[in-house]
């Protein structure tokens, strides 16, 4: 009797993609919420293939820098996933997260399904009644995620000490661990 390798089962995990400003700070939230099992920065929304940081920067591939957040949904749904992408950023501020402006810091829910673009539409319009003014978030469809440059991955745990991180990405981070929306890592 033979033994055969038995299929191996297929992941129950799912992906969401946004973009809420600096890719590293976005990625710094989210690796401290339960459930996100991995998330990587990268570029999506343009129009350029396999885009450099500098040309998103350069403002002429329109992507924006997002991330991608692998989930568990057994752990966290994705309903949760976007309810706290309106926390960890300003939805209302068009092409601009604080200091940083440009188009590749805008709000985005990138939907890979008709189910996740439902829940993003119910997600934007539920977020509404945190803001006093209009959210400017789109939802489109994700037709390409880029992965950004090594550099740009795990970011804020490599670099706690350097200026964007201490000034920016820690307050950010702190705040939503003292309001119970991330934990502390």
């Given at each position: ?6 299929p ?6 799912e ?17 401290r919420?339960p459930?996100i099992?991995h ?12 885009p ?10 329109g992507?924006?820098?997002v991330?991608?957040?692998?989930f568990?949904?057994?752990v ?5 996933v ?9 939805p ?25 673009q439902v829940?993003a539409?119910?997600?934007k319009?539920a977020?509404?009644a945190?803001?006093s003014?209009?959210?400017?978030t ?12 090594d550099?740009?991955q795990d970011?804020?745990n490599?670099?706690?000490?350097q200026?964007y ?11 939503l661990q003292d ?7």
């Amino acid at each position: 009797m033979t033994l055969q390798a038995q299929p191996k089962p297929a992941s129950s995990h799912e992906f969401a993609t946004f973009g809420g400003g600096c890719f590293w700070c976005m990625e710094a939230v989210f690796q401290r919420l339960p459930g996100i099992i991995h998330s990587t920065s990268g570029y999506a929304g343009g129009t350029t293939a396999n885009p450099t940081y500098e040309e998103v920067c350069g403002h002429g591939t329109g992507h924006a820098e997002v991330i991608r957040v692998e989930f568990d949904p057994a752990v966290i749904s994705y309903e949760k996933v976007l309810e706290v992408f309106f926390e960890a950023h300003d939805p209302t501020t068009l092409n601009r997260q604080g200091a940083d402006e440009g188009d590749q810091y805008r709000s985005v829910i990138l939907y890979e399904n008709e189910a996740q673009q439902v829940a993003a539409g119910k997600a934007k319009l539920a977020a509404q009644a945190n803001y006093s003014d209009p959210i400017v978030t789109e939802i489109v469809p994700l037709k390409k995620f880029w992965r950004a440059e090594d550099y740009h991955q795990d970011y804020f745990n490599q670099h706690p000490n350097q200026g964007y991180c201490t000034f920016v990405i820690k307050p950010k981070v702190k705040k939503l661990q003292d309001h119970g929306v991330i934990q502390k890592k």
